[in-house]
């Protein structure tokens, strides 16, 4: 299963926007770029995913570096409710959709 | 759109007691469920995946007879943990995928079910 790198944790200021990096050098032509995050004591809720272009949602927005070495997870105004581990997970379209879930980063948020 | 349930949200059991937990699609058919282990501070484990209609697939290192999966209809699977035992206590969590859907490679997840094995 191809790897991907997270920084532990990070902090944010309410209101302001969040980049949360991910790398994952070792991804290859077929692997959708994931995010998912987890509140405390809940299942994790899809965030957004993508292949090779940008991506925005309602939710965030994911930014992919044109070799897809690494992405980003934007937060355009981060609120107390988007504290959460977050997840970035590489998807191979050949194993039957499985997730593999490292340890993701833990952000939080202050007032 | 794309809910999942799970029951119980919560359950207590005495050792070498088997408890069931239920995982339901609510509002879409689900051919491929998965289901995940998470203990305290740690991430998410996947145990199995579940075809609707065929056997379960392990990961690696999950005794097939102590977790019972069944699949036996679109919107339902279940995992029964057989003869329970305290380091069975942990945060169990399902999801399934929508078929046909708009995003058919996106997981959604339930709202996961607490074991305590006393």
């Known amino acids: 299963d191809a790897k991907t790198t997270q920084p532990n944790s990070m902090e944010s200021n309410e209101e302001e926007p969040v980049h949360l990096p991910c790398n994952h050098s070792?991804?290859?032509?077929?692997?959708?770029i994931h995010w998912y995050r987890q509140l405390p004591s809940q299942g994790p809720e899809y965030v957004i995913h993508?292949?090779?272009s940008n991506v925005n949602n309602r939710m965030a927005s994911l930014a992919i570096a044109e070799d897809r070495k690494s992405s980003t997870l934007i937060l355009h105004r981060a609120t107390l409710r988007d504290a959460a581990v977050y997840y970035c997970?590489?998807?191979?379209?050949?194993?039957?959709?499985?997730?593999?879930f490292g340890q993701g980063t833990e952000l939080s948020v202050k007032p | 759109g794309a809910v999942v349930s799970q029951h119980p949200s919560r359950v207590i059991c005495k050792s070498g007691t088997s408890v069931k937990i239920e995982c339901r699609s609510l509002?879409?058919?689900?051919?491929?469920m998965f289901w995940y282990r998470q203990f305290p501070k740690q991430s998410l484990m996947l145990m199995a995946t579940?075809?609707?209609?065929?056997?379960?697939?392990?990961e690696q290192g999950v005794e097939k007879d102590k977790f019972l999966i069944n699949h036996a209809s679109l919107t339902l699977s279940t995992l029964t943990v057989t003869s329970a035992h305290p380091e069975d206590s942990s945060f169990y969590i399902c999801?399934?995928?929508?078929?046909?859907?708009?995003?058919?490679?996106?997981?959604?997840f339930g709202p996961g079910t607490r074991l305590t094995v006393l």
């Open positions: 999801s399934a995928s929508d078929v046909g859907g708009e995003y058919t490679d996106t997981q959604y």
């Open positions: 070792t991804i290859s032509g077929t692997d959708y």
């Open positions: 993508g292949l090779t």
């Open positions: 997970i590489l998807q191979r379209y050949n194993q039957g959709g499985k997730l593999i």
């Open positions: 509002d879409f058919q689900a051919t491929t």
């Open positions: 579940s075809n609707e209609g065929s056997k379960a697939t392990y």
